[in-house]
């Protein structure tokens, strides 16, 4: 199970880069280990650096793993899917016409075992959809569409106070964030030059209520306290490619990366006002490489 490696933990988020076809995915851990980071059967190969990293990655001083999605069977339709006591998943596969292949597939947690289970609300959300379009364009050419997006949250107020007549919103008790890719890849030959083009957008976004103590003297109001968010969007452009060099092969290419990221707080009164503090930050980074494999 490829995605089985994505368990690696102990050093900070910004020292790992996780590639999904190219895309960084900022947060692909699970909380509670309930699902495993990426529907497994989707995945084709996955390659894990942890020292030594060939000079196309940019970044990932701890580690690198390159995840690739796996090309969709073009013979027929296949439709499988899964339910259990926690968890419910569902995928398909197959042609679109002569020259087109799908995949596609989704997991969710539910509450439907709770009552086996003991009985309550599961605190857990978690819900995701991976896809991907294959085309062949021609003789050693093709393209290839990879989206992902997932969502996860933890219920914080487990009594679950319900809404209240008296507040100007529905105060949220969860903590929530996920991850979303787009990636579009070009791969070819110019005789014997391979080439790989890769546009991809992925980002994170985060939200986290913060209630005051209900141990002071006074009982806070229902509309105190505050919701803090965080979004990062990234843009990835690269140009992979590689040709024979003798007896070894000679790899090139360049990247341009933008990235941006936003940290927002408002109280609770104020959610949807936009009333409160917000910071964002941006920056534009490009780089060429060389790097001489042998065979």
């Known amino acids: ?4 490696v994505l368990f690696m933990r102990g050093s900070t988020t910004d020292l790992k880069l996780v590639l999904l076809d190219g895309a960084p995915i900022f947060t692909p851990f699970h909380l509670g280990g309930l699902l495993s980071s990426f529907d497994a059967s989707a995945l084709g190969a996955a390659a894990l650096h942890t020292g030594g990293a060939p000079a196309r990655y940019d970044g990932g001083l701890s580690y690198i793993l390159d995840l690739r999605t796996r090309a969709p069977r073009r013979d027929r ?5 899964g339910f259990d006591l926690i968890s419910g998943n569902i995928a398909a596969e197959g042609p679109i016409g002569r020259r087109v292949g799908f995949t596609a597939s989704s997991r969710s947690l539910h509450d439907y075992g709770a009552a086996i289970l003991g009985g309550g609300h599961t605190p857990y959300g978690y819900r995701d959809a991976l896809g991907r379009i294959d085309a062949r364009l021609g003789r050693g050419h093709s393209m290839s569409a990879t989206g992902f997006w997932n969502r996860e949250s933890v219920l914080l107020n487990l009594k679950r106070s ?11 008790e969860n903590a929530s964030w996920g991850n979303h890719a787009l990636v579009v890849a070009y ?4 005789g014997d030059v391979a080439l790989d083009a890769t546009a991809s957008a992925s980002g994170y976004q985060a ?5 005051p103590s209900q141990d002071g003297p006074t009982p806070p109001a229902v509309n105190d306290g505050l919701h803090a968010g965080a979004e990062t969007d990234r843009l990835r452009l690269a140009l992979d490619g590689s040709a024979p060099l003798g007896r070894s092969r000679l790899r090139f290419g360049a990247v341009l990366d933008r990235a941006e990221t936003l940290y927002s707080a408002r109280r609770f009164a104020d959610v949807g006002t936009g009333t409160g503090v917000a910071r964002r930050a941006e920056g534009l980074a490009a780089g060429v490489y060389l790097d001489g494999v042998q065979n």
């Open 162 to 172: 319900g809404p209240n007549p008296g507040a100007a919103f529905a105060v949220p």
């Open 1 to 4: 199970d490829p995605s089985d």
């Open 77 to 81: 339709l296949h439709v499988r899917g």
């Open 207 to 211: 939200e986290l209520p913060l209630r």
């Open 187 to 190: 791969h070819g030959r110019l």
